[in-house]
């Protein structure tokens, strides 16, 4: 029932760059702001970026976020084994069934 | 220190009403523009949001879920409680209750630790 859509894995040694992609559509994406999560397993998510490109207090500069039309981008640079998790897109939907959406989902593996 | 904490049943019959309780500190649902939503993930797949309620009591539900949801919270508690009707085996999953600040926009700064609800005979 994801709206949006993510490739399902993604990953780089350490030390190298990663970015997960986030596509969506004019009521979504394209219209709101995107935030992205971090899932480590068992464990709850874990707000990384919001308003497309801000980092909550405590998450490191190695996280980056941005947004292109109904598209939107989460980069990892300097990758570590503690950043192994699912990564999550959300936005709002602006449709007549207007809601919070989520992405597929993104398993970072750190080889 | 903001905390969301979910409880509620481990294990529910099909067909029976779920209730949920999301006790949560730190900040209070009656802050102009806070709200507070359900989310749940089922076992290996992806998130789901389920409903939102805000400081004013508007509601918004899930179009897939609106017909057996209901959000409803009480400020003097700090509380917010979602009702899941007709319980399905594939309503398995993790629930996690979830803040949104104003100041997050759209996103949930905060998450619950998250409850595993089992549907099963």
Do not use: H
């Amino acid at each position: 029932q994801s709206v949006l859509t993510q490739p399902p894995s993604v990953s780089a040694a350490p030390g190298q760059k990663v970015t997960i992609s986030c596509s969506g559509s004019s009521s979504n994406i394209g219209n709101n702001y995107v935030s992205w999560y971090q899932q480590l397993p068992g464990t709850a998510p874990k707000l990384l970026i919001y308003d497309n490109n801000k980092r909550p207090s405590g998450i490191p500069d190695r996280f980056s976020g941005s947004k292109s039309g109904t598209s939107a981008t989460l980069g990892i640079t300097g990758l570590q084994t503690g950043d192994e998790a699912d990564y999550y897109c959300g936005t709002w939907d602006s449709s007549l069934s207007a809601g919070s959406v989520f992405g597929t989902g993104t398993k970072v593996t750190v080889l | 220190q903001v905390t969301l904490k979910e409880s509620g049943p481990a294990l529910v019959k099909p067909t029976q009403t779920l209730t949920l309780t999301c006790t949560f500190s730190g900040f209070s649902l009656s802050t102009s523009a806070m709200r507070v939503s359900w989310i749940r993930q089922p076992p290996g797949k992806a998130l789901e949001w389920l409903a939102r309620i805000d400081w004013d009591d508007d509601k918004f539900y899930s179009t897939s879920l609106k017909t057996r949801l209901t959000i409803s919270k009480d400020t003097s508690k700090n509380q917010v409680v979602l009702t899941m009707t007709n319980m399905d085996p594939v309503d398995t999953a993790t629930y996690y209750c979830a803040r949104m600040p104003m100041t997050t926009s759209d996103a949930f700064d905060i998450w619950g630790q998250g409850t595993m609800v089992t549907v099963s005979s």
